[in-house]
């Protein structure tokens, strides 16, 4: 990781992603391959995912949508968190095979097992169908137009006339100001050459793919922008 | 704020923690550092755009880095799009008087030992000889790149410390001051251009003092040094009034340091003065920058910052006695002369 920023000034250069300059294959693939190096960035995207759980939960409705996947939801960290306060949701957790692999112990330490499915698979190409809601948590920022279109027309089209789809992400606030995600936001550049939206791009990306925005919450983390089909 | 003083509540002991932890600004800084950003906005606030075109750089990713770092107190962003210098920036410009331009180079190989501390946590051995199999300057030898980029932080190190430390003591009584392992001469130079008598000697590995001639002769005082290039553990130039050792001795465990005061004190006449201008380790929670330049050495180098008390007994036991210590804005300098024989005073 850290030969990656150390060749940052690549990215700076080309504006591509310093880790695939580096290690010759992207960010998540290199990751598929190494269960040391995924272990990590699993305990760190836990750690950051209680920051952001205690924001987000009281920012939302989250019990209404009666069933909820989580796409690309990591190892279920914040599925579970939401699981756990709302009793009558039930879960489905979305993700490759070696990402899902570290699923079941924080599924059952939270003690909600018994309502998680866990589905291996990419979200590139299909996902589950039916749920009342879809959960994209600071997935979109990590892939270009083309790709994040893809994650989104798959989500859109397992989507019921009545399903919410909640996109997660950092809105960054204009100037000076301080916010975390305009930090976060290099490490995206860095590891994967994310592209660098604001709301009026999400809302035209969204817009692209059949969803309209119904909602926008701030919080003192992540953004919540809930979706409908158009 | 004190730098260690304790946050009040949770929320702001969660924002100190990853202010404390992250890695992202430090990176953030020195790739803005390479491209020499600070430099092409003394002129003023410039666009992102303007700015990508003269540094070479991708306007987007430019951009980011510079809102990230302006959200930060670094840069600050004037109006959409358009980046100026804040008293932080400043000092990223080379035409600085005190410039830290050169103080944050991407070296990777740094980077690389960083990422392996914790070999150095659970072995005490250097992160560094760990992954590279040589140790920090012998592998400095043999790359001239990062020999250049480790010059130019020393040279940024050592404006801080010629500021700090030359006005801290009478270094005029002096008429010859050797400077062993002074690197590029920067220190060296700072001292003779102050003191028009003096005469110095400069004694480092070759490719530490292959830039020396230069520098010297920029300062002016090239007619009153003399450059040594070889290794300070195999002897040291005798009979100078003074003996500097500029973080040096934190460089090494005390077997190699206590070698390396043999050899000083075998060139030192009964009334050299030894200065050693090291990082000294203050007690419990205090603040120093020893703490944090201990860790360097500990990861590089497998040194050691120490404490005062074992500073002086370390000189004790290879026959220096410490004179005097001097506190300065960075750090202490300790001097010290050849222990009397029994029965005298020191001169």
Same mark, same amino acid.
Request: proline residues 6%; contains cysteine; negative net charge.
């Given at each position: 990781?850290?030969?990656?920023?150390?060749?940052?000034?690549?990215?700076?250069?080309?504006?591509?992603?310093?880790?695939?300059?580096?290690?010759?294959?992207?960010?998540?693939?290199?990751?598929?391959?190494?269960?040391?190096?995924?272990?990590?960035?699993?305990?760190?995207?836990?750690?950051?995912?209680?920051?952001?759980?205690?924001?987000?939960?009281?920012?939302?409705?989250?019990?209404?949508?009666?069933?909820?996947?989580?796409?690309?939801?990591?190892?279920?960290?914040?599925?579970?968190?939401?699981?756990?306060?709302?009793?009558?949701?039930?879960?489905?957790?979305?993700?490759?095979?070696?990402?899902?692999?570290?699923?079941?112990?924080?599924?059952?330490?939270?003690?909600?097992?018994?309502?998680?499915?866990?589905?291996?698979?990419?979200?590139?190409?299909?996902?589950?169908?039916?749920?009342?809601?879809?959960?994209?948590?600071?997935?979109?920022?990590?892939?270009?137009?083309?790709?994040? &279109?893809?994650? @989104?027309?798959?989500?859109?089209?397992?989507?019921? +006339? =009545?399903?919410?789809?909640?996109? %997660?992400? *950092? $809105? !960054?606030?204009?100037?000076?100001?301080?916010?975390?995600?305009? &930090?976060?936001? @290099?490490?995206?550049?860095?590891?994967?050459?994310? +592209? =660098?939206?604001?709301?009026?791009? %999400?809302? *035209? $990306? !969204?817009?692209?793919?059949?969803?309209?925005?119904?909602?926008?919450?701030?919080?003192?983390?992540?953004?919540?922008?809930?979706?409908? +089909?158009? | 704020?004190?730098?260690?003083?304790?946050?009040?509540?949770?929320?702001?002991?969660?924002?100190?923690?990853?202010?404390?932890?992250?890695?992202?600004?430090?990176?953030?800084?020195?790739?803005?550092?390479?491209?020499?950003?600070?430099?092409?906005?003394?002129?003023?606030?410039?666009?992102?755009?303007?700015?990508?075109?003269?540094?070479?750089?991708?306007?987007?990713?430019?951009?980011?880095?510079?809102?990230?770092?302006?959200?930060?107190?670094?840069?600050?962003?004037?109006?959409?799009?358009?980046?100026?210098?804040?008293?932080?920036?400043?000092?990223?410009?080379?035409?600085?008087?005190?410039?830290?331009?050169?103080?944050?180079?991407?070296?990777?190989?740094?980077?690389?030992?960083?990422?392996?501390?914790?070999?150095?946590?659970?072995?005490?051995?250097?992160?560094?000889?760990?992954?590279?199999?040589?140790?920090?300057?012998?592998?400095?030898?043999?790359?001239?790149?990062?020999?250049?980029?480790?010059?130019?932080?020393?040279?940024?190190?050592?404006?801080?410390?010629?500021?700090?430390?030359?006005?801290?003591?009478?270094?005029?009584?002096?008429?010859?001051?050797?400077?062993?392992?002074?690197?590029?001469?920067?220190?060296?130079?700072?001292?003779?251009?102050?003191?028009?008598?003096?005469?110095?000697?400069?004694?480092?590995?070759?490719?530490?003092?292959?830039?020396?001639?230069?520098?010297?002769?920029?300062?002016?005082?090239?007619?009153?040094?003399?450059?040594?290039?070889?290794?300070?553990?195999?002897?040291?130039?005798?009979?100078?009034?003074?003996?500097?050792?500029?973080?040096?001795?934190?460089?090494?465990?005390?077997?190699?340091?206590?070698?390396?005061?043999?050899?000083?004190?075998?060139?030192?006449?009964?009334?050299?003065?030894?200065?050693?201008?090291?990082?000294?380790?203050?007690?419990?929670?205090?603040?120093?920058?020893?703490?944090?330049?201990?860790?360097?050495?500990?990861?590089?180098?497998?040194?050691?910052?120490?404490?005062?008390?074992?500073?002086?007994?370390?000189?004790?036991?290879?026959?220096?006695?410490?004179?005097?210590?001097?506190?300065?804005?960075?750090?202490?300098?300790?001097?010290?002369?050849?222990?009397?024989?029994?029965?005298?005073?020191?001169?």
């Amino acid at each position: 990781m850290s030969s990656a920023w150390s060749e940052f000034e690549h990215t700076l250069r080309t504006g591509e992603s310093a880790f695939e300059h580096v290690f010759g294959t992207d960010y998540y693939a290199y990751l598929a391959a190494r269960p040391d190096d995924s272990g990590r960035v699993d305990a760190s995207v836990r750690a950051q995912n209680r920051h952001v759980l205690r924001t987000v939960l009281h920012a939302y409705p989250w019990g209404a949508l009666g069933t909820v996947v989580d796409v690309g939801g990591g190892n279920g960290a914040f599925l579970a968190g939401l699981l756990t306060r709302f009793r009558q949701l039930r879960g489905t957790l979305l993700d490759q095979p070696h990402v899902l692999a570290g699923a079941p112990p924080v599924l059952a330490a939270a003690g909600v097992e018994d309502r998680c499915e866990l589905v291996a698979g990419s979200f590139f190409d299909e996902v589950p169908a039916g749920a009342g809601g879809y959960v994209l948590k600071t997935i979109l920022h990590d892939w270009d137009d083309g790709r994040a &279109l893809a994650v @989104l027309t798959a989500v859109r089209a397992a989507m019921r +006339p =009545d399903s919410r789809l909640i996109v %997660l992400e *950092a $809105l !960054l606030p204009p100037g000076d100001t301080y916010h975390v995600g305009k &930090l976060l936001d @290099l490490h995206s550049l860095v590891l994967v050459a994310g +592209p =660098d939206r604001d709301e009026t791009d %999400l809302r *035209a $990306l !969204l817009d692209r793919a059949g969803l309209r925005v119904s909602d926008v919450r701030p919080t003192d983390t992540l953004a919540i922008l809930e979706a409908v +089909p158009a | 704020m004190p730098m260690n003083e304790r946050p009040s509540t949770l929320v702001e002991s969660i924002f100190r923690l990853q202010e404390l932890a992250d890695y992202i600004v430090p990176f953030g800084i020195r790739a803005v550092c390479d491209l020499r950003v600070a430099d092409c906005l003394v002129g003023g606030p410039r666009s992102v755009g303007e700015l990508a075109a003269v540094v070479g750089a991708h306007e987007g990713s430019l951009f980011r880095v510079l809102r990230a770092l302006a959200c930060k107190g670094i840069f600050t962003e004037v109006e959409p799009g358009v980046f100026g210098l804040t008293p932080l920036a400043d000092l990223l410009r080379s035409d600085h008087p005190l410039s830290l331009a050169e103080a944050y180079p991407l070296m990777s190989a740094n980077f690389r030992a960083w990422s392996e501390f914790d070999h150095t946590l659970r072995t005490g051995e250097s992160a560094f000889e760990h992954v590279f199999g040589t140790d920090y300057y012998a592998y400095l030898a043999t790359s001239p790149r990062d020999s250049a980029r480790y010059d130019g932080i020393q040279r940024a190190g050592t404006r801080l410390e010629l500021r700090a430390m030359l006005r801290a003591i009478d270094w005029g009584r002096f008429d010859h001051v050797v400077d062993v392992g002074g690197n590029n001469g920067a220190f060296l130079a700072g001292l003779l251009a102050r003191h028009k008598h003096m005469r110095g000697t400069l004694l480092d590995l070759p490719h530490a003092v292959g830039a020396a001639p230069a520098l010297l002769a920029e300062a002016g005082v090239g007619e009153r040094c003399e450059v040594v290039a070889g290794s300070f553990f195999d002897g040291v130039p005798a009979g100078a009034d003074a003996y500097v050792l500029k973080r040096v001795l934190y460089d090494w465990p005390d077997d190699r340091a206590g070698d390396l005061l043999d050899v000083v004190r075998a060139a030192m006449r009964p009334d050299s003065r030894l200065l050693l201008l090291d990082p000294v380790i203050q007690p419990a929670d205090a603040f120093d920058v020893g703490k944090i330049y201990d860790l360097l050495s500990l990861a590089m180098l497998a040194g050691k910052a120490r404490t005062r008390e074992e500073v002086i007994d370390l000189l004790d036991r290879h026959g220096l006695t410490v004179t005097r210590v001097v506190e300065t804005p960075m750090f202490p300098i300790v001097e010290a002369a050849l222990r009397a024989p029994d029965g005298a005073r020191s001169p």
